[in-house]
């Protein structure tokens, strides 16, 4: 039996549901082996089909999505033919979210808890369906990106997009880079990140009022997009609230806004990053794309 392998296939973004944490923002990157009988090519499976139509399998899964483990002690869900809604209350007896949405803003995970070795059953099973029959073994792996740098886990929805950004709740694992007079600021590159540790971010206009919920302060949210109606309740601490839209390019100008008040002398540079590998960079004061 022949094999081959194909290392960071693609990144899945998503989100999914915590026990404790609540909503996490997560980017997982699959690496794929395959192995099997050669074909007539004298290949087990051409690479140009490997990353057609396995990624584009495993994009239409999780990716995207807020992945919900329906054996988690305490959830409440609601599925009906268009929308589904779920509800869970915090260890404490506090709201922890309300959130519905059309049916493909979910993924249904038959696990007590989101992990890499709960997801790969569901993964692999996307992958055979995609495989010729020559296909006999197939290994995936998950894993978070290896660096140093300060991350956090964040959650949004960007009503505006027509893709599946749009989904009021996916996410991301991202790192952030800040520099202030040309200099790695690591102690400030922590503390944005812990501020922002398993954050949702907020479009203001978005919040249709602010209420009570269990004796919790919340924002209850709600928009419109091409997929459908969204709406979500959180809990106000859960939540950072920006006057913009929260594409990567403007959270990086957010943050950079943020340093500059502190010290508006100083040149700010920040890179955010929307996941893995990719992201935007913010300056102030402002820079040309070519000094960037």
């Known amino acids: ?127 055979r369906a995609v495989v010729p029959a020559n296909v006999q073994q197939i290994k995936l792996s998950l894993r978070t990106e290896d660096h140093q740098d300060a991350y956090y886990h964040y959650s949004h929805g960007l009503k505006k997009h027509d893709g599946d950004c749009q989904r009021m709740v996916h996410g991301h694992r991202s790192r952030l880079i800040i520099e202030q007079d040309g200099r790695r600021q690591p102690e400030l590159e922590q503390q944005f990140a812990r501020h922002w540790q398993d954050i949702y971010l907020i479009t203001r206009e978005d919040i249709r009022q602010e209420i009570k919920v269990l004796d919790t302060p919340c924002y209850a949210m709600s928009y419109e997009a091409a997929q459908g109606h969204f709406e979500l309740t959180l809990p106000v601490t859960r939540c950072d609230v920006l006057d913009t839209d929260t594409t990567v390019e403007l959270i990086a100008q957010h943050l950079v806004h943020r340093l500059s008040a502190r010290a508006p002398d100083s040149h700010w540079c920040v890179r955010a990053f929307e996941g893995v590998n990719k992201g935007a960079i913010a300056a102030h004061p402002a820079a040309t794309a070519q000094a960037l």
């Open 1 to 127: 039996m022949a094999s081959l392998f194909v290392n960071n296939l693609t990144v899945i973004d998503f989100s999914y549901l915590d026990a404790e944490r609540g909503i996490v923002g997560e980017s997982w990157i699959v690496d794929l082996e395959l192995g099997g009988e050669l074909n007539a090519e004298g290949m087990v499976f051409d690479f140009g089909h490997v990353k057609k139509a396995i990624k584009t399998a495993l994009d239409n899964g999780m990716d995207h999505r807020f992945v919900i483990p329906l054996q988690l002690d305490g959830l409440e869900v609601e599925q009906g033919p268009e929308y589904s809604r779920i509800r869970r209350l915090a260890a404490d007896g506090s709201l922890m979210l309300d959130y519905r949405a059309p049916n493909q803003a979910f993924y249904w995970l038959q696990a007590t808890a989101v992990t890499p070795q709960t997801a790969l059953r569901d993964l692999q099973q996307q992958v």
